[in-house]
Every structure is written in C-alpha cells, then in structure tokens.
C-alpha cells in the first residue's frame, strides 16, 4: 500500500503540472494569436502598397522574434513535462519489485495433473464470470475433459443473475420454486425476498394492479411464522397504493438496496445447493496472493543478506506467518501449545485421556517409553490411549 501511494503522489504530480502547463500554454497561444491577427488587421489598413516599407519590416522582424521566444519556452516547457513523466516511471521501478521469481516455489507446480488442475480452476472462473466463450477456448486449448453436467449449473447460474440484474424475478422464482424443499432446509429466506420484490413491483404499477398484488400476497402464507414483521409491513403498504408509496411511511421498501441484496442472497445459496463456494476459488488464490507477497519479498531479501535461504527451501511452510484476515478463514485452526506450531495432516491434534489437546509430535517428544505425562496436569497415561481429534 505504501508503494502504491508514494507512486500515486508522483502521478498527482505530474497531472497538477500537466493542467498548470495546459492553461498557461493555451493563454499564451491565444494572445500570439491575438497578437499576429491585429498586425495583419493593421498592416492590411495602414498600407496599401505591395511592398512594406521600413517601420512595416521591422514590426514584422520583432513579430518573428517574439514569436520564436514564445515557441522556444513552450518548448521548454514541454521538456520539463517529460522530465516529470520519466520520474512516475522511476518511482514505480522503485517501490515495485518485478521479479517475483525469488519468492515462487517451483515445486508445487511439479507433478503429475498438477497443471491439469490450474487449467479447471481458471476454466471454473471463467464459467462463474459468464465467459463462456473463454471458457470454452480454454477446454479446447488446454485439452481438458469437462463434462457438460458441471458446466450446467454454472450456465444457469449466470442467466438467473442476469435476469435478476435486469430487474426479471421470473427465472430466480421459477428456480426457488424447484429447489424449495432443499433451500427451507437450509433456512434460506431467498424465496420471500423475491416474492416481497415481485409483491412491491405490483404495487408501483398503481391502483389498478391492488387487487393483483392482494391475490400475490398469498405467497406469503408459508413465511407467515418465520417473516411476520416483514409481512405485516408489506401488508400495510397496501393502503397507500393509490396516493403512492414514494411518499408513504413505507418508502424505504423502494429502496435500491434490495435488488442488490436479492443478487447476493442468489449467489450464496445457489453456490451453497451447487455445492460450490461462494467466491471463485481463482479470485480468492489471488487475493491472498497479492496479501502475502510484500511480506515474502521483505523477508527473502533479509535472509538472502544474512545468507541463510536455505531456511525456507528446507521446510514445508512460509518462514514468516502471515494474516490473511478473517475472510480467507475456512477451517478451524489448532496451534500446538507445546511446540507452538500449527497442526497438520503429519502432525495432527491428538486429545489425552485427562482431555487436554496437543499435537502428535508433541506426544511424541514427552513421551518416556510407553508412558506419557500431560504437562497440564499431573495424569499420567500410556501414548496409545491419545486419540487423534479433528476440528
């Protein structure tokens, strides 16, 4: 971020340069050409003969002259113009690293459907982003095998949303309607928010449509229990149908919000039924990417100074921790508070008969032949009655 804005302050620079330029050079043209205009006017009055006589031709010279100043100072003017571009360039070499290479482990593109697997995640991506033409290069180009039933579901995903952003209920209701069973298990309220937007939409149509709304509004019978605030609202709304909601106590159901809340609410349980994530699995790669170099970068310089890069090579892990914030958090974490490490697969939390929690190499290390004392209370018990736990 810190680079990001010592190169924006070059950029304001230069655009606060290039407007003060701008209007001192268009000032200055316009008085020259103000300026040669009325010598011509006054020439062309003030002489009527072919040739000009000596007071003419030396009007003329300084007429010249003043005009190469003029064009010469433009000139360097522009050149110092350049000079300031130059130094938005040099500000960017300086605060950006463009060799990303030293912090790129090679090995974990190695290996058998490795590259494979790159090519569906992006292949994915570009599905959940409506690219379909993309898409279907890339399957083509990267010779992958997707099948036409995983392309589906992204397929209807798209179309749903753009209709809901051109404001078209019908196709995201048509689909809660198919899936209602399996949204109510999971406790969507996705359906009573479309039939709440569907009910408003009848009502801005005027008192000609009241009796329309009122027959829709049996919709809501099923979200009676779990919506009655917002039916009871939606219910009042009815009696300013003819005088007009704009200018009622329920204006704030107009609100511009909804509809965009509507394409969120969608794409979570839709994603959720789908069995996919919320979020492109690409997009959040690179996010946290972008998060996590600055840090790799500073610190790959500090151990390449102090000579020890070897550190990071010989380990399965970053040697710095980094936050990625809570939004990148999927799992739950569990940090050995013996060794203090962060658990894994070859090392996972094991659970003592006392109900104490620790980490398998932990165990290990405590252990003294087949007995093992938990180094939080005095229980002591044999390292086969641990129980691996998972979170």
Avoid at 22 to 44: A, M, P, R, W
Avoid at 66 to 91: Q, W
Avoid at 178 to 188: E, F, I, P, V, W
Avoid at 304 to 310: D, K, L, V
Wanted: proline content about 4%; hydrophobic content about 35%.
């Amino acid at each position: 971020m810190d680079a990001c804005l010592a190169v924006e302050r070059e950029v304001e620079k230069v655009l606060s340069k290039f407007g003060s330029i701008d209007d001192h050079t268009t000032n200055t043209l316009d008085e020259l050409i103000s300026y040669v205009q009325g010598l011509k006017e006054e020439l062309v009055q003030n002489h009527s003969e072919t040739e000009l006589g000596t007071t003419q031709s030396l009007i003329i010279a300084q007429c010249s002259k003043k005009i190469k100043d003029i064009v010469s100072r433009v000139s360097t003017e522009h050149k110092d113009l350049h000079s300031s571009v130059s130094k938005v360039g040099k500000a960017v070499d300086r605060n950006f690293v463009s060799d990303f290479g030293a912090v790129v482990n090679e090995q974990a593109l190695k290996g058998e459907g490795k590259h494979q697997l790159i090519n569906e995640v992006i292949c994915e991506h570009f599905l959940r982003q409506g690219m379909l033409d993309i898409a279907e290069q890339l399957i083509q180009d990267g010779s992958l095998e997707l099948d036409e039933c995983k392309k589906e579901p992204f397929l209807e995903l798209h179309r749903i949303l753009g209709a809901l952003k051109c404001r078209d209920l019908e196709p995201a209701l048509e689909w809660t309607h198919m899936n209602r069973n399996r949204l109510k298990a999971q406790s969507s309220s996705l359906e009573f928010k479309l039939h709440r937007l569907k009910f408003i939409d009848l009502l801005l149509q005027g008192p000609e449509r009241q009796n329309e709304a009122l027959i829709y509004a049996r919709n809501f019978a099923p979200f009676a229990h779990s919506h009655t605030r917002e039916v009871q609202v939606l219910m009042g709304s009815l009696l300013y149908t003819r005088q007009g909601i704009q200018a009622s106590p329920y204006s704030h159901l107009l609100d511009p919000i909804h509809w965009e809340e509507i394409c969120d609410v969608f794409t979570r349980d839709a994603c959720s039924l789908l069995g996919l994530s919320v979020e492109s699995p690409l997009s959040v790669c690179v996010r946290a990417g972008c998060t996590a170099l600055p840090p790799l970068l500073n610190i790959k310089q500090v151990m390449q100074q102090r000579q020890c890069t070897g550190v990071w090579s010989a380990k399965d892990e970053l040697p710095v921790e980094i936050d990625l914030g809570q939004e990148c958090r999927y799992h739950s974490i569990f940090a050995c508070p013996i060794l203090r490490q962060q658990s894994t697969e070859a090392n996972p939390p094991v659970r003592l008969v006392c109900g104490h929690v620790i980490s398998k190499d932990a165990l290990s290390k405590l252990a003294n032949g087949s007995k093992v004392k938990c180094p939080y209370c005095p229980m002591e018990q044999n390292s086969s009655e641990a129980k691996q736990i998972y979170f």
